[in-house]
């Protein structure tokens, strides 16, 4: 480095920051095009599946969106809470705070948050009225949806007693909380397999 000198450094810092730009710019016009109805049009192909080219069965939709599900467990549960408080292998010396989702922007609870907002509109539909709710009630599931339901918002109500300004001063300050949270989403990952 201090052989390259500041003005090279710069310059480097500078076409690397451009060519992030320009992979990220690229990488959410494939995802917009992937939605946009005259292109990939994913909400048609998910609507139409069993004719459509995604999903050539609706048991293929059907385990596409289950699978979603097992991000609660195996991302939100395990990695973003259970590992930086210790709670699953991988953490020596609890809290991990290097393990955390978001260390720099410190914006690792708000994830977790949305990451359940994300859980409930999957399970209930985005309008509170469809969703793998809908499916449950229609094969005799009530119960278990009930529970999901139930688990969703408990998990939600745990994530909302963490009062520390962040998810590493919880982690610090308030580790009971943190493990009620991970136990919150224990039980809401039983209940979904």
Known sequence: WAA????EI??????????????????????????????????GEMANAGTSRSYPTQQNAFNAVSDAFFYVDLLLKNNKVGLPAGLIDGCAAPPCLGNVESPFAKR????????????????NGCTGNGGFAA???????????????AGLADARAKVDALTEPTFEDDLVKNPAGVKA???????LANILK
């Open 4 to 7: 390259l000198g500041a003005p």
């Open 10 to 43: 710069a310059k480097r810092k500078n076409a690397y920051l451009r060519a992030v730009a320009a992979d990220t710019l690229a990488q959410g016009q494939k995802l917009a095009d992937a939605w946009d109805p005259a292109k990939g049009n994913f909400l």
């Open 108 to 123: 690792s609870k708000d994830h977790i948050k949305n990451n359940l907002v994300g859980a409930e509109k999957l399970f």
């Open 135 to 149: 499916l449950l009630a229609l094969v005799g599931g009530g119960a278990v949806s009930a529970k999901v339901v």
């Open 181 to 187: 949270l991970f136990e919150s989403l224990r039980t």
